[in-house]
């Protein structure tokens, strides 16, 4: 199977909860699938780095602006009306990176994904029209207590 994984960090090495998952997932399907990971951020990764993940997949990356917060109370008041008023969280369009919705729209389909995962913030882009198993993959406790509360709901 042809896998697409997107992330927002770049998880090597796999030092922390954000990386230590999905660099896992990546070796471990690397051993049976082409493994492909879409890494949206504006972290600069050093060559080595990128040299170890590329013994378990192909690394594309799409540089992501600095997320800037507003510092103010009218800045977040702000936000606060704007997400009411197109009826979407503020933060979402923060996350969504204009390249990367072109790559996955563009490129994603000509690389025939099977597959196409995320975790985290990363799971925003799975909103792209894809024609792939769209696999979000929740871990965290926050997560956890999401998936209680909307069946609650």
């Given at each position: ?75 977040r008041a702000w936000q606060a009306f704007s997400s009411l008023s197109i009826r979407e969280p503020y933060y ?62």
């Open positions: 199977m042809r896998i697409l994984t997107i992330a927002t960090a770049f998880p090597y090495p796999p030092d922390n909860g954000t990386k230590i998952l999905p660099y896992e997932r990546i070796r471990h399907l690397s051993q049976r699938h082409d493994v492909t990971l879409l890494c949206v951020s504006s972290e600069r990764v050093a060559p080595e780095r990128v040299r170890e993940m590329e013994q378990y997949c192909r690394c594309v990356f799409v540089d992501a602006p600095q997320n800037t917060r507003p510092s103010t109370d009218a800045g979402i369009r923060d996350l969504l990176v204009p390249e990367a919705i072109t790559w996955l729209t563009h490129e994603a389909p000509r690389q025939g994904f099977d597959v196409v995962e995320a975790d985290c913030e990363a799971t925003v882009y799975l909103r792209a029209p894809l024609k792939a198993l769209k696999v979000a993959i929740m871990h965290s406790v926050a997560d956890t207590l999401a998936r209680r509360e909307l069946a609650v709901g």
